[in-house]
């Protein structure tokens, strides 16, 4: 991962990430993540200036933890292999 241009983290302060840096985190291309912003199926960037934007650093962390949350268990996998449909229950 790129190496942050920002200060050292303190309690509570806020953390931005360029487009590129959310896109090597998550493994989306940067044109997939702004079009999943705009579905609001991400986190909303923010307009730094007129050319640049981010995203909040904790946003995306807690997308992706959210995310791991909610993945299919080895027996949804062996399931979805078999080609079956699992409910979001299961």
């Known amino acids: 991962m790129t190496k942050s241009r920002q200060a050292p983290d303190q309690a509570g302060a806020l953390r931005f990430m360029s487009v590129g840096q959310a896109a090597e985190l998550t493994t989306?291309?940067?044109?997939?993540?702004?079009?999943?912003?705009?579905?609001?199926?991400?986190?909303?960037?923010?307009?730094?200036?007129a050319r640049r934007v981010a995203f909040i650093e904790a946003e995306v962390l807690d997308w992706l933890r959210n995310r791991q949350s909610h993945r299919p268990t080895p027996v949804a996998w062996q399931s979805i292999a078999?080609?079956?449909?699992?409910?979001?229950?299961?």
Request: charged share 25%; aromatic share 6%; proline share 6%.
């Open 82 to 90: 078999d080609g079956n449909e699992v409910s979001a229950t299961a």
């Open 28 to 49: 989306f291309s940067k044109q997939q993540l702004r079009l999943m912003a705009k579905r609001d199926l991400f986190p909303q960037p923010i307009q730094l200036s």
